[in-house]
Structure formats: structure tokens, C-alpha cells
């Protein structure tokens, strides 16, 4: 030991500095949490008598979906899949060939301020309402059906894809774009040749990503008009018929594990 | 070739990176640019294509001043200044033939460069260039799997094959081992002596600066402190350029121990 240092009294206790440094302030945040949470859970009326009760019923509910039943004597179950499919497909390319000029806008190293801020207006725009929300609209707006659900799940697919693509070129390595640049290419070579390879597989595995969740999503606007699978499921559950119910879930359960399959390995692909 | 009058750059932080530097440049001479980090060497060679706008201050490339160019004026002679840079800047998921012909991107419409249909004539100079540089059986790897040396000789083809009189590069050995940094160095000075080049060498390494250049220019804190030749660089210099340190091993004149290209 250097004989200099060994005369120094060096303190033996370090604690790592608080994240909040005022302990009064600290502390009331901790006590004031503490008390909102007990008093949310007071609020709540919790009926264990309710809770119950509801077993029985639920196990009742439960056991009329099994056997599932694959039968589909009305073929509706076969054409409201077809249907959620091409749904799912032509909702995935629209919202995602709308969302590659909004994504290029959105990004600020290309986009002036004035288009940046309109094309981050319009994300946020579509990012706000759910698919839900926006297929109740655009079944008020174009009626019953398949045509509803598409857009509906077109716009979510723009909120979607252009804030990921655009937020993948914000965090692109800038001197392979200056390398671009300075050859005196024109911005869209320069697009093309410094941008687009640096962003493209990230873009085809969130392509599949997407078109998993417009499938799954598809369901969903089914219920509230939007057409597709959704629709059926909803008819089967109104009609009682438990057991077809349950193998539409069947069907949604295969068809989007699969496609989770399929884009794993196309992600793992195109690295 | 190249002159600057009066360049001047502060960013919008507030930071003055150049301050009024002349500076002038004949034909073919290869010029190494030293000095400490932060001495604004990057600013200087991006302000000569306007890869960084300069705030003040004119910059002529053969008597055309680039300076008050329109941005399609600027691309069309940005094609005349090769730029190579440190970490290479590959578009690592292009393949090398790619990576070549974008030198090319300023020469040809944007559906050809879509469609990597080049003029015969580009492609034929791209393999030459490989050639030269000895990465002939790399054409269709991608860039992200050649080593640092190969794929700053890529970045050097991408340069050349612009057909540009004057180069522009940022630090081209600062992410090289010793041995590598040395024969691309050689590299760029044969390459520019075969083509009659002009050019600036951004350089941290003086040993690296003395060996392969005919004219240093020590910039700190954005002026031009030094301008003179390589041997010119005493104790004296080297502390007026990077302040108070024991120089007496950097300028000891070191051997070039020769080694072909591999």
C-alpha cells in the first residue's frame, strides 16, 4: 500500500444516492400512494358471496363449449374466415403502403419541422382510438360489414407501422446516410440506398407482426359490425350455439399461432 | 484546386468550431489535417461538401464557389469530392459491389439505381477499382462481413469511383490496428499520386502524418496553427497544436517497414 494514501482516514460506508433526494418529499410520495391504493381497494366492493356463486355457473358456461364442434353445417364458420383473412391481408398492405410516407415524414432527420409535426399529428391521431373504437366509427360511417372492419384496421395499422418505421430511422447510423449524401446523390437514392437497407428487415418482421395482430384484431371489429370472423363468433354466441363458438376460438387460436411461427423464423431470415 | 476564405463555423449550441480559416490547396497534394479531438478537423472537411453548412466564409473548388450553390448545383458537384470516412460508413447491409456503385448514385437517374442496372462502363471501373485494392472475390459479400481493412478499401473504391478531383477523409485509420492503418495509408497516397488527386487527411496519428504526406496543417481550437511540412513539427509545434507534453518520442523519424498490399 502506497504509504501516503494508508495515512488518509477513508470513510468505510457508501450508500447509493437516493433517486429522490428531499426524504420528505420521498416519503410523502410513498405514504401518499399507500393511502390512495387502500382506499381504491375499499372502494371496490369485493362479494366473496358474488364471486362464489359464480364458479358453478362459469364451469356450466365452460363445459357447453366442449366438444368443440367443427360440424359448420352453414359453411359460416369456413366463409367468415376466409373473410377475416383477406381482411386481415389487404388492411395489413393499404395501412402499411400509407404508412411508409408517413413514416418518412415522421422521422425528424429527413422531415422539415412543418411535415414532421402533421405526420406525428396524423400517428398520433390513428395511435389514439383502439381498432374497437375506430370500427364503431367506420361502421357508422360505410355500414354493416367487411368493408368497415378494413378500414378500421387500416388506419391502426398507420398508427402502428409509421411510428415504428419512423422512430427505425431516427436511430439509424447517420454516417452511412452522410456516406450516401456526400456521392451527391439525389434524396431518393439516397432513401434508397442508405435508409431503406438499414431499415428493412425490422420492417418485415413488424410487417407479419402486424398482419398477426389485423387477424386477431379482426375478431374484434367482427363483434361491434366490422364483418370477418368476429361477426360469426358473435352470431354463434348469440344463437347458443356454445360448441361452434368454441371452435372458432379453436380456429383463431391455430391460425394465429401459426402465423407467430412464420414470422419468428422470417424475422430470424432477413437479419 | 481548392481554396477556403475565411470559413467559419459555430453550431447552434454556441460552439466555434472554425474560426476564419484560409486555407489553399494545389492540385495533387496530399495535405494531413492534425490535431486534437474537439480542434474542429471533421467540421472543416464536411464543410467542404456542405455535409455541414458552413456560417460564414467561402469555399472555391476549381474557381466555382461551392458555398452559394443550390442544392442541385451542390449534388451535382459534390460527385467531384470523394469522401472516406473512419468507421468506414458501408451500408453494412448492401453487398460490396453495391457499396462501389453507390460512388456512382450522383451520375445516374434514380429507376437505374432502383434497379442496380449501371452503365457497363461503372461496372467495369468498380471490378478495376476491386482489383487494385485486391478484394476481387468480395464482390457479392455483404459489407457487414469483410474486416476493417477491407472494408475501408471498399470505402475508398466508393471514393474513387466517383471520379472526384479532390478526397475528403475523416480519420481513415483511427479504427485500424497499426500494421492495416500503415498500408492504407500507402494506399490512399498511391491512389492519389496515380490520379493526380488532391486531398485532406483528418489524422490523429502524427507518426501516420509525417510518413505519408507532403504538407501538415495543425487547426486547434477551429484556426490553423501550423501550416508547413511534415518535418517542420517540433516539440514546439506539436505543444503550440495540442498543448504541454513529452514529445520527444512522437517525432523520432521512424522506419516505413515495407510491406506489399495484401
Redesign the interface.
Known sequence: MNSETSLIKYPRHWRKPPFIKSSKLRWAIIMGALIYLFAAFGSMEIDVERFIKGIPRGKRFFDSFFPPNFADHRGVVWDGILESVWMAIISTVAGIALSVPIGLGAARNLAPLWVYLSCRGVIAGSRTFPEIILAIFAVKLFGFGPFAGFIALSIGTIGFFAKLLAEDIENMNEEQAEAIKATGASWFQWINYAIQPQVMPRMIGLSVYRLDINFRESAVVGIVGGGGIGATLNTAFARYEFDTAAAILVVIIVIVMSLEYVSGYLRKWVQ | MLRLEKLTKQYKTGDQALIDVDLEIPKSQVIALIGPSGAGKSTLIRCI?R?VEPTSGKVYLNDLELTSLSSRKL?????R???I???Y??????TVM?NVL??????VG?WR??FRKFPQDDIKEAYRLLDRVGLMDMVDKRADELSGGQRQRV?IC?ALI?NPDLL?IDEPTASLDPKTSRQIMRLINELCEERELAAIINIHDVQLAQMFSQRVVGLELGSVVYDGPPDGLTPDVLTKIYGEEDWSATIEKVEDDDEEII
Open positions: 461538401n455535409l449534388r451535382k458537384n459534390r460527385r469530392m470523394g469522401m470516412f473512419q468507421e460508413a458501408l451500408v453494412e447491409r448492401l453495391e453507390s460512388g456512382r448514385l450522383g451520375y434514380f439505381s432502383y470505402g466508393r466517383q475528403l
